[in-house]
Nanobody
Framework: QLQLVESGGGLVQPGGSLRLSCVVS????????IGWFRQAPGKEREGALC????????YYEDSVKGRFTIFRDNAKRTVYLQMNSLKPEDTAVYYC???????????????WGQGTQVTVSS
């Protein structure tokens, strides 16, 4: 079945940057929308932070607009999340997930990666 593997997380100071990668296998990436989600300590996983649609569109949640950029390289079977101007409140486990549909709700995503930890701290 479809598998997703996130990488690129780590410890970064406030104001710093990270690039997360989500490598997809099992199906052609351009058939799916890919969303990035996060789960902060002690909090539930919310709707998608950002989404890359199968037809090239993007969506960004307000809290990350202007700071995060999602883009894909279908040939490399990879979706990226460029994270700039990171804040302590961005600290979370970040997940990528795939859906046949363009949707914000986590419950509608069929396939999930294992997550990668992002910690923003001085």
């Amino acid at each position: 079945q479809l598998q997703l593997v996130e990488s690129g997380g780590g410890l970064v100071q406030p104001g710093g940057s990270l690039r997360l990668s989500c490598v997809v296998s099992g199906f052609t990436l351009d058939n799916y929308a890919i969303g990035w989600f996060r789960q902060a300590p002690g909090k539930e996983r919310e709707g998608a932070l950002c989404i890359s649609s199968s037809d090239g569109g993007t969506y960004y949640e307000d809290s990350v607009k202007g700071r995060f950029t999602i883009f894909r390289d279908n040939a490399k079977r990879t979706v990226y999340l460029q994270m700039n101007s990171l804040k302590p409140e961005d600290t979370a486990v970040y997940y990528c997930a795939a859906s046949w549909l363009f949707t914000v709700a986590a419950s509608n995503y069929d396939y999930w990666g294992q997550g990668t930890q992002v910690t923003v701290s001085s």
